[in-house]
């Protein structure tokens, strides 16, 4: 092998070893989850394109799933303090209500998810790809940074606990 060829062999491996060095290093842990009190959590810096979720705690929700019928969704996040903004989306019979929901880009944002008079879920596509079920009567609440989600609108719907079996579907605007 010819010094040339050998020179840029080794230029290639000490790039791809820097690159990974700084992946590592800016990613905290190294993209790796983590377990809080038995609820993974995604590291910030391992997606820039999608929000990261923690689990609430609420006393008034009566069903909290956090899982996709055919996929892992991420935990929503735990978000306290008086910068939150908090939406509430009911579903019934006649649908969700509302049926449009616009936000703002203003930062941690508060979804609270109530079954009026049936079991229903409420699915979220990525980037926001939450996915939570609430009892008849109840509520359960999942949150996202708002400022993590590009501008635009997302659609949301039942998957598997629909009224009168009928998918229904509303859309989340960010502005």
Do not use: W
Not at 55 to 77: F, G, N, R, V
Not at 83 to 96: L, P, Q, R, T, W
Not at 131 to 143: C, D, E, H, R, W
């Amino acid at each position: 092998m010819n010094n040339k060829k050998r020179t840029l062999i080794i230029l290639t491996v000490a790039l791809v070893v820097v690159v990974v060095a700084i992946v590592l290093l800016t990613s905290g842990n190294g993209g790796n989850q983590s377990t809080n009190n038995g609820v993974s959590e995604s590291s910030p810096a391992a997606s820039t394109t999608q929000p990261t979720f923690k689990a609430l705690d609420t006393k008034e929700a009566s069903t909290y799933e956090i899982t996709k019928p055919t996929e892992k969704a991420p935990t929503p996040p735990k978000y306290t303090g008086p910068d939150i903004n908090v939406y509430e989306i009911k579903a019934s019979k006649d649908g969700f209500s509302p049926e449009t929901l616009v936000i703002g880009k203003t930062g941690p944002v508060q979804i609270k998810f109530s079954a009026i008079d049936g079991n229903y879920d409420l699915s979220f596509a990525p980037p926001i790809g939450a996915y939570i079920a609430a009892s008849q009567g109840g509520s359960t609440m999942f949150g996202f940074n708002a400022k993590d989600v590009a501008s635009g609108a997302y659609t949301f719907t039942c998957k598997t606990s629909c009224p009168n079996g009928k998918a229904i579907q509303g859309t989340l605007i960010i502005k």
